[in-house]
C-alpha cells in the first residue's frame, strides 16, 4: 500500500515536470529568454564601459539601475528602449523562476537545489529592475543600489537580530560571490549552450568569455558582501556599498585604477557572454553536448 502511494505520487510528480517542461519549451517563452540574455548583455556592456570610464576619471553610476537610467537622457528614443529593455526583463525573469521550480534544461544531479535556489535569486533580481525600468518609464525612480543597498541594510538593522541578519546576508552575497568563483574555475555553465550546434572557436571564445565574466562578477559580489559585513559589525549602514561605491572603494586603492580596468573588461567579457548565450542557449528538449538523447 505504502509502494503504491510512493509510485502514485512519484508518477504524478513526473507526469506535472514533464507538462512542465512542455510548457518551458514554448517557442514565445524560448524567444522572450533569448531577448533577455540580450538585454543582460546590455546592461553588463553599458556596466564595463562606466567601470572603465571611472578607471579614467569619470565619474557615474556603475550598476545595473545606473545603465538603465542612462537611456532616460535619450528623450522618446530611450522611452522605446526602456520598453524594450522591460520586455527582455519580463522574459528572463519568467525564465529564472521556471529554473527554481523545475529543472527545464534537464541538468539534474548534484547541485540541483543550489542551482534552483539561485535560479529564484535571479528572478527576484530581475523583477526588480523591471519594477525599476517601469518606474523610469512613469519619470519615477528609486535610486541605484548604492541608495537602495544602504537603506534596505538600515531597514535590517532596525529589526530584532538587525546585525545578525544584515551579517548573513553580507555572508551570502559574499558566498554567491565565491561561488560564480567556483563556477568561473570550472565552467559548469557551459552545459547551458548548444555546445553541438557551435564551431569549435565559438565554444573556445564562448567558455573563456564566461570564466573572466564569471570572475569579474565573483570578485565584485565579494566586495560588496564584505563591505555588508562590516555595516553589520558597526551597525553602520553607511558603510554597505553597491557595485558604484564597491568601484569607487577600489578606485582608492594603490593599484585601484588596475583593478577597475580588468573589472570593467570582466563586465564587457560578460556582456559578449550574454549574447553568446542568447544565441546558443540550450531550450527545454535539447540534449547536453556529450550525451545521447536516452540520457546515457
Not at 541578519?165 to 554567491?176: E, K, N, Q, R, T
Not at 569549435?200 to 565574466?213: F, H, I, K, M, W
Not at 551597525?235 to 578606485?251: I, N, S
Request: charged residues 15%.
Amino acid at each position: 500500500m505504502t509502494h503504491d502511494v510512493g509510485d502514485r505520487a512519484r508518477a504524478a510528480e513526473a507526469k506535472a515536470e514533464s507538462g512542465a517542461r512542455r510548457a518551458a519549451a514554448n517557442p514565445a517563452l524560448e524567444l522572450a529568454a533569448r531577448a533577455g540574455w540580450v538585454v543582460k548583455g546590455l546592461l553588463y556592456l553599458v556596466m564595463g564601459v562606466l567601470g572603465i570610464g571611472l578607471a579614467l576619471g569619470r565619474t557615474g553610476a556603475t550598476d545595473q539601475r545606473g545603465s538603465l537610467q542612462q537611456l532616460t537622457g535619450l528623450g522618446p528614443l530611450g522611452g522605446v528602449l526602456l520598453v524594450a529593455v522591460a520586455v527582455g526583463l519580463a522574459g528572463y525573469a519568467l525564465w529564472c523562476y521556471l529554473g527554481a521550480l523545475l529543472d527545464p534544461l534537464g541538468r539534474g544531479g548534484e547541485g540541483s537545489a543550489g542551482r534552483r535556489l539561485a535560479a529564484l535569486g535571479g528572478g527576484i533580481a530581475y523583477t526588480g529592475l523591471l519594477l525599476f525600468c517601469v518606474q523610469l518609464l512613469f519619470g519615477q525612480s528609486s535610486g541605484t543600489s548604492d541608495r537602495t543597498l544602504p537603506e534596505a541594510v538600515a531597514t535590517l538593522l532596525d529589526r530584532p537580530f538587525g546585525p545578525w541578519l544584515a551579517g548573513g546576508a553580507g555572508v551570502a552575497c559574499i558566498g554567491a560571490g565565491i561561488g560564480q568563483l567556483v563556477q568561473a574555475a570550472r565552467t559548469s555553465f557551459q552545459k547551458d549552450l548548444d555546445r553541438e550546434d557551435m564551431t569549435e572557436a565559438q565554444r573556445t571564445a564562448a567558455v573563456a568569455l564566461g570564466r573572466v565574466g564569471a570572475a569579474a562578477r565573483g570578485g565584485v559580489l565579494i566586495v560588496i558582501g564584505w563591505f555588508v559585513v562590516q555595516a553589520a559589525a558597526f551597525h553602520d549602514p553607511h558603510q554597505a556599498k553597491g557595485l558604484g561605491g564597491a568601484f569607487g572603494a577600489l578606485a582608492m586603492q594603490p593599484v585601484g585604477r588596475v583593478l577597475l580596468v580588468a573589472l570593467g573588461l570582466g563586465f564587457v567579457a560578460l556582456a559578449l557572454y550574454s549574447f553568446a548565450a542568447a544565441r546558443w542557449m540550450r531550450m527545454p528538449g535539447a540534449t547536453p553536448a556529450g550525451e545521447s538523447s536516452s540520457g546515457s
